[in-house]
DNA sequence: GTTAGCACTGAGGCATGGCGAGTGCTAACC
DNA sequence: GGTTAGCACTCGCCATGCCTCAGTGCTAAC
């Protein structure tokens, strides 16, 4: 029994499973691949994979699947990237090129990764980390409430009401403002807590209270928003899908609304930031989606906020992979440097 | 054959179907409540109803379901609005008193009514028309690149990547910025295309070009974002009432997702702002929405946004009506005046 | 207008049995 | 030792047929 035939009929099996959607036989295997042995020989192959815990049976009399473990080993060894079709290039750049600032980026982003995969699609907000503060304002919304807009020079814009613990006029206001904006302006948003300290330092003391405020509210702003939020498409494309969720697609909805697991579940994912990561079944953290797969990889300039995609287990890895892989890179080309 | 009691049948049919999710027959009926006459009659009333097409028999020996006329008529006439538990009151309120941002509110909004109801939430974010301009800003991303950024008094922030059709410097950027914003703050943002031009009218020839593209980028900005925008929650429990859902839930997800769609149903619906309007089933405009039923009233201001619930048409209209009353004032509380 | 009674209808549950895909094992083969 | 053919065996699936029973519509009497 060769060992190379055998993580080919592993391979073959994945591959029609995930096509056909129904267990694969022996019979079967032979007539769709040329694989020059026979179906008994198949068969033996077959035990000794079952054996492995790398496919299993439904019942007696079927064929095999792939199990979690069959799924990873393919994924790790096996299976080939696939290239885009160049239509999918030309999608990819067209839908991206034509969009600005950055929500509608990212928005594009996910509803052209869930039709080019045909699954759920899910965007990470960037990290601000390496981006500089453009511009801040502080809008007096009612006199011990401000509201703090901080905008970075990626085009990011973060607002936040913060409640000044003291009467503000709009002059003391204006002039808290020129002051910050004049010793922060340029600074990186992860160097931001140390410049905001000297700016309090140097305020006047009548008006260290509020800038005291005014602090600790834009830095909440910075570090708060930086993992928080994510946008997401293709959520019909679940139902589709129904049959591969035996149990029914309410955890998976559910998964998916509660972002912090999403979230969370995204920056777990992170030992290679620039290589496609995949988790499947039940190697999700999350009970919900044991089985469901995540596609996953960074993008951006360091790569640590996240593109991906969701679907059953059974799906088409070396396709999904690739759609992952190519949004991400042109999604860190156009928001590069 | 009284009317009256006829349309107590019907009430009873709703309600028993409802809460059971089977065919409901005369039998059934006359035991779960107390009608004063005997099954026969029912028979004979549940005909008529089935006549006037306001039931239907799935088939030859099953009981009676309402049908979309059927609801609309017990909505309308029939069903006593349920007032909600102290209990529901009460999360309400806690929960919307803690937020203090917009998206804060608004998001915390949608998640309440989704889980009150059991059902999908949306919330559209409210209009600008009758919000005034706190503040402008323009920050320079590039010599022909700039950002603008609108406050309205709302606590709404509005931005947004305009082409400024030539290269400007930062002083210029600036200048024009206090130009702008000298003569427009405070401005409805309905009036804002007017006032818009008198700026640019009064802006010295050389720097017409530059108050031009600016302009109408703030325009674009005060007029597009209106009714853009929604926000949405509870969609996992689509998956919870999958069976009400014959067809499956992908085409319901498919308008869920594309916002367009839900924003002109709920605007469609306007008919009393004030009042909760309810389209059900085969009412709605769009083909996926066939199954569902849609809660919906206005909130804000002049009611002109709208907050609402989607579920089955099979759904308990008293309470869905009931709750998406109460947040709904709660929500205009909180952001009036 | 209401009621009792009755014949009728059709869905749903259940047992039956045949079909066929697919397996595991054994014995022969290279 | 690895490979193959052959064969008995196992179930899941599906079609069939039967029975039950909820619920109806109708008629005739109240």
Redesign the interface.
């Given at each position: 029994m060769s060992e190379p035939r055998k993580l080919e009929v592993l391979r073959a099996i994945v591959e029609d499973y995930v096509h056909s959607r129904e267990p694969v036989g022996s019979k079967a295997l032979v007539e769709r691949h040329h694989l020059g042995v026979s179906s008994a020989t198949i068969r033996n192959d077959m035990a000794a994979l079952e054996d492995e815990g790398l496919i299993t049976a439904p019942h007696t009399s079927a064929g095999r699947i792939p199990t979690d473990k069959g799924y990873r080993l393919f994924v790790d060894q096996i299976s080939a990237v696939k290239p885009l079709s160049p239509a999918e290039r030309r999608a990819i750049q067209a839908l991206l090129e034509g969009s600005?600032?950055l929500d509608d980026v990212l928005d594009r982003t996910v509803r052209l990764l869930a039709q080019l995969t045909n699954q759920v699609a899910v965007v990470q907000y960037p990290h601000l980390s390496r981006a500089k503060v453009?511009?801040i304002?502080f809008?007096l919304?009612a006199p011990r409430?401000v509201?703090a807009?901080l905008?970075a020079?990626t085009?990011k814009?973060e607002?936040?009401?913060i409640d000044a613990g003291q009467e503000l006029s709009d002059e003391v206001l204006s002039e808290l403002r020129a002051r910050f904006l004049g010793s922060l302006s340029g600074t990186p948003l992860n160097l931001l807590p140390q410049s905001l300290q000297s700016v309090i330092a140097s305020s006047p003391p009548a008006r260290r209270g509020a800038a005291q405020a005014l602090a600790r509210g834009l830095e909440a702003l910075a570090t708060s928003s930086r993992e928080e939020r994510m946008v997401m498409?293709?959520?019909?494309n679940?139902?589709?899908s129904?049959v591969d969720f035996p149990l029914?697609?309410?955890?998976v909805?559910?998964a998916?609304?509660e972002q912090v697991v999403m979230l969370r579940l995204l920056s777990d994912m992170a030992e290679d930031p620039r290589g496609v990561t995949v988790s499947i079944g039940r190697e999700n953290p999350y009970d919900g989606l044991a089985e469901a797969s995540v596609v996953a990889t960074g993008y951006g300039p360091d790569a640590t906020a996240k593109v991906g995609v969701l679907g059953p287990t059974r799906m088409d890895y070396p396709t999904t992979m690739a759609a992952v892989r190519a949004v991400a890179r042109y999604l860190s080309r156009i928001l590069g440097p």
């Open positions: 600005e600032d453009r511009h304002e809008v919304l409430k509201l807009v905008i020079d085009g814009v607002q936040r009401v498409a293709g959520t019909a679940l139902a589709r129904n029914s697609i309410g955890p909805l559910e998916l609304e």
